[in-house]
């Protein structure tokens, strides 16, 4: 079983930045396809971002909302996944949280909440305009 927790998020000017991070606890973290979901006041969640499970690198996927803004990238080594956010709009705004999904398929994304058996507890981002 792994654990997930996220840090970065906080309260940034639209146009800014911000990048998130999620440390995973546990092995085989390279195992893991990894995803970044959102959940606005209000709204279901819905997925932002997901790279594959791989040694290096891995495959990506964004919702169109916020391709060319946010990448996501993993580190391996540190058990972690990142989602660098950047020309943020006040519709961001939401609660982030990484999912995780062990998977022999290495090239394969997953693109539900369903699709994820761990999760992290959440961050804040908050957009003023």
């Known amino acids: 079983q792994v654990q997930l927790v996220e840090s970065g998020g906080g309260l940034v000017q639209a146009g800014g930045s911000l990048r998130l991070s999620c440390a995973a606890s546990?092995?085989?973290?390279?195992?893991?396809?990894m995803g970044w979901f959102r959940q606005a006041p209000g709204k279901e969640r819905e997925f932002v971002a997901v790279?594959?499970?791989?040694?290096?690198?891995?495959?990506?996927y964004y919702t169109d909302s916020v391709k060319g803004r946010f990448t996501i990238s993993r580190d391996n080594a540190k058990n972690t996944v990142y989602l660098q956010m950047n020309s943020l709009k006040p519709e961001d705004t939401a609660v982030y949280s990484c999912?995780?999904?062990?998977?022999?398929?290495?090239?394969?994304?997953?693109?539900?909440?369903?699709?994820?058996?761990?999760w992290g507890q959440g961050t804040q981002v908050t957009v003023s305009s």
């Open positions: 790279v594959s499970a791989s040694a290096n690198g891995g495959n990506t």
């Open positions: 546990g092995h085989s973290f390279s195992s893991y396809a």
């Open positions: 999912a995780g999904r062990q998977t022999f398929q290495r090239s394969r994304v997953y693109l539900t909440s369903r699709d994820y058996a761990y």
